[in-house]
């Protein structure tokens, strides 16, 4: 699992069935600081992430087949919490 | 789950016999930017995407293993998806 | 497995379910010496480890999706264990 | 699924039993252009790959334990095809 | 999997109930030429690989809890096996 900002969305008319009507959304890991980490993840969002928003996410595939319904689907990616702003313990 | 560019084929006349018919592909993924981030990926691709397209990429086994139709196969990443051209929220 | 450093608690209201209740901490992959080593991730915690504590974590999906009690949860990192100090063969 | 050029060998007297009789060798990831990328795997070949030769290798852990034919070995990593000289799309 | 070099023991006294008794060690991960690749690994090892040797790690999860003897346990590297000193193929 990792902290990660959004840093935008992916559009695809050509795409695996299972991710019909699903956002997928480009999330750069980021350390406790804030800094960039390692290669951006795609994830698939049901909680409404926003553009710079902080996230929680996880490769867990069998949760994320669960998610869209389709015990085929190739998805891996999922965003799984909305950091909140002014929590202690990381920076803003 | 990656975003990646199409940077090239693989072909191998000895290899295993479930990727008889199969393209591999080798995607370098890439930044929401477009800069590359890691190691390339070989995956194997259904979308017909072309060379230098922009596609996301899955590390799923089991759906990678489901598309050649062989549950014993080593397949493991797959091409999910086109990455449409002039889409927001990603530059082109 | 990793030997990491806590960082920090990530805090989240808009959250998967399954991690209600449960502590979410970041955590800072180090050498045995202790300098900083790729990515941080956030894991759940029952061991109750302190900000700056050195601890044991593994990726273990289905041993994190039994912690919370929950098969279909994305959890998938875990703290396994809280590094005792003074241990000889590394460095405190 | 990886891109990757034979480096070496591995022999191990103390070892795994479902590791008796098989080849390890030592794969270094490379890009299209032959550079090296990332840390080089340990995989076991039956393709009888030879050194320097470039081959695409495969994570999936199931198709490993399938090949060395023990459901309970930790082989992880496999040879799964030996890319062919001269073929176009990548550079020699 | 991975050639490694021991670097280390891990002592934790809080721990997950699996681990009692087990030996948990730190691998820095090597090229074939013996330079340390990417982030170290804690693994647990039955084959008693000593300070400095040259081992192979694997992240079979299944593979380590069957070592361990516990399904539902989070161990996932196991040292699978201790690199012959003088072995063909890779400088000693």
Redesign the interface.
Known sequence: ???ARI??????????PS?EGWR?V?C??I??AGEP???????IDS?GAG?HQRV?I???????R?AVGDP???????V?????EK????PV
Chains 1, 2, 3, 4, 5 share one sequence.
């Open positions: 699992m990792l902290l840093e935008g969305n992916v559009v695809a008319t050509r795409k695996h991710f997928l480009i750069q890991p350390s406790s980490e390692g290669t951006p993840q795609i994830a909680h553009m929680v996880s490769s867990d595939g069998s949760a994320a669960t085929k689907s190739p998805a891996r990616w999922i799984i919490g909305v950091v909140d929590e202690p313990g990381i």
